[in-house]
């Protein structure tokens, strides 16, 4: 029989992290050059994982006691296992395997065992073994003083201690971050389960914890059906919760969670799920909750009534082409998601199933809406009840002279229970021809038009004008030329580029078409962003018309380390006042407000962003949003600050302006801690949010505190305190305080 090794397999499994915690520290020799025979009766079987093979730098047979003895170098390789020795002694006529001296084991299931004793079983099955160190196939750790296999299945360990945590490299005598310890240790790997008895948990050293019994999942297994950790917390008004999680493997691809959860001072029950299921072609999660309230947690105060949400996601391919999906969410009321502390959920909940194909450049899509409003200030009437939408949008290929057509057709459809619908279908032909001159400026030629088609019923025309119904048009074929010109140039390492970028637009004027419903350019923001764009508007029921010129320029300054500075500003002239602009957008007069931003980055520790909109006469701001990053790791701090001026308030809300903060310090390699804030300055002015959190978190385990104080108010949402606390242990779970 030919001689194989197998160090190569046990270098790479074994050597690479076996330090400390369990004294995992074995050393090997080289392989002896020549090989050991085997013994006829060691090397019967039908096929190769049934063979054993063995070597040795030295063998004896003691055929008087039915002994074969290896010494130096022992290597025994039998169904995939493999047992490395100083010696080893087979016994025949007791079918047994002796083995001593700097012993390893490597398992099936990647598990590699240490000891200085080990008593095996001819067939690998069952074996004993005392002062027992095991290094995982997830790099987790276990000792034990005694150690017994049967079966081949189990493995039970007495007097067992496990930790996935690594040992301090500075002080390996230092307490693990935790581990756990047990009377018996059960790892069963058929069931790939790990069983504790008379357990309990050491924190830095220090007990904290004690079972009778725990359990939990192998590192070759992913999932596995259980009670996950509960959560314990408080929750503003609602008081004192207890949730205990129960996780179900239904299938290798779906699962299911059912989370019951009582509130103690309410005396409230709730109960929440989740199923989740990977398909063939796609996946689809489906959440959903629900709780019997009496008078205190009822939406409608003083009345007993059932509240409750769902939700459901889902996307599915149909072919290379072709994927269809849904996004749903159904709540019982306005406030229940809020109350409840279900996140993710702002003022309205949308549901919507879809179809969508991509192809080449091209794009086509069908959407269908409904929408549910969680806003207590917002009339129900002005949410539609229905919204269908379709579009196709084509990008052709360049011809030799570099021109190229794109075409885009959209379909909509609104329905509401006030009867104020509307129907639109819209498209856009649009021809391009980008240049760059030998001197570097860059020129692109468009000419498009775009014609939309509307029935509507019940339109608002002004308050002294009957509400108009019937079918309107509208169109709007527009002509523009862009230049570019960016001059570069060098001082040492540092890169300056100064690039002027003007755009002539020729139209016609569009004026203030009341009878043309406004669906999908409601809310109109003049910015940098926009400026250098044909239509201003984010939606096609209003268009930039007229003859006018965007202009401005971009100024930046790169270093070699790194370092970066952006600065740009432009303006828009207009040869008439268009009357289509809304006021105060900035763009109503000739000459409209100056947009730009600023960004200063010289190195790592400090990050500004300015972006603004300022005031054509005078400069004085009118929108205003700054962003400011500074400091290290250590100690990093971030304010943001925003304002919109009743000058530059399209909605005629008044002033907005809030400012936030956060400090953020890593006080040493695992602990750090946040500081965060929002605070509105406008009226009603007042603190909004606040809070501060503390986390520790390395290879293993995570603890992090949480504290924030929202001052939200809606009917049964009162302002309320919150304070978390998450424990999370690697391989066996979290739990939250």
Not at 231 to 259: A, C, K, Q, R, V
Not at 285 to 307: H, K, L, N, P
Not at 338 to 365: C, P
Not at 551 to 562: L, R
Request: hydrophobic share 30%; glycine share 8%.
């Amino acid at each position: 029989m030919a001689n194989v090794t197998f160090k190569s397999i046990i270098y790479s499994v074994a050597i690479g992290g076996l330090t400390s915690i369990l004294s995992i520290t074995p050393s090997y020799q080289a392989m002896a050059n020549t090989a050991a025979q085997i013994s006829p009766e060691i090397s019967q079987a039908s096929n190769d994982d049934e063979n054993i093979q063995f070597s040795a730098d030295n063998l004896i047979h003691d055929k008087d006691n039915s002994l074969t003895i290896a010494r130096g170098n022992v290597e025994i390789s039998y169904r995939g296992e493999v047992l490395l020795a100083d010696e080893i002694t087979f016994n025949r006529a007791a079918e047994q395997i002796s083995a001593k001296g700097n012993i390893s084991f490597l398992q099936k299931n990647g598990d590699v065992l240490f000891s200085d004793n080990l008593a095996l079983k001819t067939d690998f099955m069952s074996g004993a073994a005392e002062n027992v160190r095991v290094l995982m196939s997830d790099d987790s750790r276990a000792a034990a003083a005694k150690m017994r296999r049967e079966g081949g299945r189990f493995t039970i360990f007495e007097k067992g201690v496990y930790s996935p945590c690594k040992p301090c490299e500075e002080n390996p005598k230092k307490p693990l971050v935790w581990q756990l310890k047990a009377n018996e240790i059960r790892h069963d790997t058929k069931q790939q389960r790990v069983e504790y008895k008379d357990a309990y948990i050491e924190l830095f050293g220090i007990p904290i914890a004690y079972t009778p019994y725990l359990s939990h999942p192998d590192p070759t297994r992913k999932k596995a059906t259980g009670f996950l950790s509960p959560n314990y917390g408080s929750n503003g008004d609602l008081g004192t919760f207890i949730e205990t999680p129960y996780y179900i493997d239904t299938s290798p691809s779906s699962d299911f969670i059912l989370s019951p959860l009582w509130y103690t001072s309410e005396n409230q029950f709730l109960l929440s799920g989740k199923y989740r299921r990977q398909t063939s072609n796609g996946q689809f999660e489906v959440s959903a909750s629900g709780t019997q309230t009496d008078g205190i947690g009822s939406y409608t105060s003083g009345e007993e009534e059932f509240r409750g949400h769902l939700t459901a996601d889902g996307l599915f391919d149909i072919d290379s082409t072709w994927r269809w999906g849904i996004d749903a969410a159904r709540s019982t009321d306005k406030t229940y998601l809020k109350r409840y502390n279900f996140e993710g959920h702002d003022t309205t909940l949308t549901s919507n199933i879809f179809m969508e194909g991509f192809r080449h450049k091209n794009y086509m899509a069908a959407n269908a809406y409904t929408f549910q409003n969680l806003r207590s200030s917002r009339d129900d009437d002005e949410v539609p009840d229905f919204v269908g939408t379709g579009e196709y949008n084509f990008v052709g290929e360049p011809s030799r002279h570099g021109d190229y057509w794109t075409l885009d057709g959209s379909f909509l459809s609104i329905m509401r229970s006030n009867s104020n619908d509307t129907q639109r279908v819209h498209g856009k032909a649009a021809w391009n021809l980008p240049t760059t001159l030998d001197t570097g400026e860059i020129y692109t030629l468009s000419a498009s038009l775009q014609s939309s088609l509307y029935y509507v019923s019940s339109q608002d025309v002004g308050s002294t004008t009957p509400k108009y119904s019937g079918v309107r048009g509208q169109y709007m074929p527009q002509v523009s030329l862009k230049w570019q010109y960016p001059l570069a140039r060098k001082h040492g390492t540092v890169t300056e580029v100064f690039e002027p970028i003007a755009a002539f637009y020729v139209a016609p004027n569009v004026g203030n078409r009341t009878k043309i419903p406004n669906e999908d350019s409601l809310d109109f923001q003049f910015s940098d962003s926009n400026l250098f764009t044909e239509n201003k508007f984010d939606g096609v029921d209003r268009f930039t018309g007229g003859h006018h010129i965007d202009y401005g320029f971009k100024w930046s300054v790169q270093g070699a380390s790194g370092g970066s500075s952006h600065f740009f500003i432009g303006q828009s002239y207009r040869l008439r006042k268009d009357s289509a602009m809304p006021e105060k957008s900035g763009l109503e007069d000739h000459f409209s407000d100056y947009v730009g931003r600023a960004r200063i980055s010289p190195n790592n520790f400090i990050d500004l962003l300015y972006r603004f909109r300022l005031a054509k006469e005078s400069f004085e701001p009118r929108q205003s949003d700054f962003d400011l990053t500074i400091g290290p790791e250590s100690l990093r701090f971030n304010l943001d600050y925003n304002f919109i001026g009743r000058e530059a308030d399209t909605g005629n809300f008044g002033d907005r302006e809030q400012v936030g903060a956060t400090i953020s310090t890593k006080l040493s390699r695992y602990w750090s801690s946040q500081l965060y804030g929002t605070h509105r300055l406008s009226n009603p002015s007042g603190m909004m949010t606040a809070g501060t959190s503390f986390k520790y978190e390395d290879e293993c385990f995570t603890f992090n505190i949480d504290f924030k104080r929202s001052r939200f108010e809606d009917q049964d949402v009162t302002a309320n305190d919150s304070i978390k606390a998450t424990i999370t242990f690697k391989n066996l779970g979290e739990i939250s305080l």
